[in-house]
Antibody, heavy 121, light 108 residues
Framework: QVQLVESGGGLVKPGGSLRLSCAAS????????MSWIRQAPGKGLEWVSY????????YYADSVKGRFTISRDNAKNSLYLQMNSLRAEDTAVYYC??????????????WGQGTLVTVSS | SYVLTQPPSVSVAPGQTARITCGGN??????VHWYQQKPGQAPVLVVY???DRPSGIPERFSGSNSGNTATLTISRVEAGDEADYYC???????????FGTGTKVTVL
């Protein structure tokens, strides 16, 4: 069965960096587009970034562009989010999600359980 | 940027029908997806591409999309349907995914 497990969250000071990982299993990782989506405490869902199956096409939300970098290692079945210049407003649970289908730009059919990032001094 | 607007809350009695709207400019031209999120849990896809259901999602969940409004309909509402619901689209003009503001469904 499809499984997505995020790791790497924690407490970091403003201006600091953190790298999130998402370990995928139960499907052919290299066939699917992947997303990072976050949710601030008590708030709604916010899309962060999207990467194509090969990693050649990448999109970012305006709120993170220039600070965050999404990447993937298809050989390791892993998705990453490098977060630099972190701000208090980046505090959130970060979810990785897999497209439902393999053609891209579709619904997020599978989600991990999330990892909490707290940016505070 | 593209904006999706949902009512903050919807209340419904058990056995009745809940309708959750998602408003956006010409949203009928886009594919709309809906997610259910219960407290402390990750979101779950309940409707994709306007009106299709993933396997395992009850037929009580259905969707429609036309003009400037998409709608998620939950028929014969059960206590277990109490959750937050979010709509989502891909906005090709900005190359961004957009989520709606979210609707809290309360079962009376």
């Amino acid at each position: 069965q499809v499984q997505l497990v995020e790791s790497g969250g924690g407490l970091v000071k403003p201006g600091g960096s953190l790298r999130l990982s998402c370990a995928a299993s139960g499907f052919t990782f290299s066939d699917y587009y992947m997303s990072w989506i976050r949710q601030a405490p008590g708030k709604g869902l916010e899309w962060v970034s999207y990467i194509s199956s090969s990693g050649s096409t990448i999109y970012y939300a305006d709120s993170v562009k220039g600070r965050f970098t999404i990447s993937r290692d298809n050989a390791k079945n892993s998705l990453y989010l490098q977060m630099n210049s972190l701000r208090a407003e980046d505090t959130a649970v970060y979810y990785c999600a897999r497209d439902r289908g393999s053609s891209g730009w579709g619904a997020c059919g599978y989600w991990g359980q999330g990892t909490l990032v707290t940016v505070s001094s | 940027s593209y904006v999706l607007t949902q009512p903050p809350s919807v209340s419904v009695a058990p056995g009745q029908t809940a309708r959750i709207t998602c408003g956006g400019n010409n949203i009928g031209s886009k594919s709309v997806h809906w997610y259910q999120q219960k407290p402390g849990q990750a979101p779950v896809l309940v409707v994709y591409d306007d009106s299709d259901r993933p396997s395992g999602i009850p037929e009580r969940f259905s969707g429609s999309n036309s003009g400037n409004t998409a709608t998620l309909t939950i028929s014969r509402v059960e206590a277990g349907d109490e959750a937050d619901y979010y709509c989502q689209v891909w906005d090709s003009s900005s190359d961004h995914y957009v989520f709606g503001t979210g609707t809290k469904v309360t079962v009376l």
